[in-house]
C-alpha cells in the first residue's frame, strides 16, 4: 500500500490550488522529504512558506519548473533524485484550462494546452518512472478532470488533453501490472474545485496574445460562481485517501460522481442534455 508516511512525493503546480493543497496534505501525512515546483515562483514560495509553519524540520525542494520544458523536467528529475536519493511518490497535477470554440481557439492555444496538461504529464511520468520502480514502492497519480470523460463546449483543448491524460494513465498501469513492477497508478477526475483554474485561464490566453470576449469572460465567472465549490483541502484529501489506498480511479466530488453515472447510461445522448443543462446553470451565453 502506498501509504504517505516516510515517503518522499513530488507535486507539479503546487503554487496554488489543488497542488498547494496536495503538498500541505502530504506534509500533514508525514512524508520525509517533499520537492514543489511550477511556473509561477510567488505562489510557490507561498506554499513553501505554509508547509514551514506545518513542518519546520521536513526537507523540502522548491524550484521553479515549467512542466512543458522537457529539457528542464529532465534536469530537476535528476536534481531531485539526487537530492533525496529515492523518490516513491509523484504528483502530476500542473495544468492550465483554456476556453474558445473550436472555431475561434488559435493554434497557439491547443499547442500550450497540450504541452503543459498532456506533454506536461508524459514529461513527468517518463523522467521520474525509473526512480519510483527504483524505490520499490513507487506511486504515480495523474490529475485529469470530468472532462477526461466528458466533453464540454469551448473546451476542446482542454478536454482534449484530460482524455488523452486518461489514455496514457490507464496503459501505463496495465504495462505496469503486466511487468509487475512496483509502482502503483492513480488516475483523478476532480468535478468543479475552488481554484484559480478558470480566471487563470484567462492570463494565459492573454499570455499568448489571445483575445477573450466579454461573453468568454462571463462564462469564467459563471464558473467561478455556480461550478467550481468544493475546497481544494477537500479534494486534497479525497486524493491522497485514493493513493493510500491504491486506488486506479477517483471521482472528487458529487458532480465528477454524477456526470460519470450520465455519461455511461448516454454515451452520445449526454452531448445534447449538456447543452440543456448549460442553459439551466447559464453557460450558455449569448
Ligand atoms: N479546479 C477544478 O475545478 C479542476 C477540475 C478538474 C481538474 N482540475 C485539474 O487540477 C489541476 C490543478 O488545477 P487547479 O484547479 O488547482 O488550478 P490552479 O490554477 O489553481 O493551479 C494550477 C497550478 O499549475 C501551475 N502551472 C500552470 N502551468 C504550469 C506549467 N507549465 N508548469 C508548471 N506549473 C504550471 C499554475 O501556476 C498553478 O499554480 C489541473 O491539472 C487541472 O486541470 C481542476
Redesign the pocket.
Known sequence: MSGVAGKVCVV????????RELALELVRRGACGLAI????EA?LAQTGRLIAELSADLIVDEQP????DRAAFSVYADAVASRFGVVHQLYN?????SGKTVRDASFAIYDRVVA??LF?VINGTKLFLPHLIASGDGHVTT?????GFMAQDELSAYCTT?FGVRGFTESLRIELLRDRLPVQVTLVH????S???AT?GLAHAAALGVEMTERERRRVQLYNDRL?RMP?GVAARIIVDAVEHDRARVLVGRDAKLIDLIVRLMPVGYQRFQLALNRVARLTLR
Open positions: 507539479t503546480g503546487a503554487g496554488s490550488g489543488i497542488g515546483s511550477d511556473i509561477d505562489g519548473l515549467d512542466v512543458a497535477n500542473a495544468g492550465i484550462a503543459v496538461n506536461g490529475i485529469s478532470s470530468l472532462n484530460k476532480p468535478g468543479g474545485v481554484t484559480n483554474i487563470n467550481l481544494p
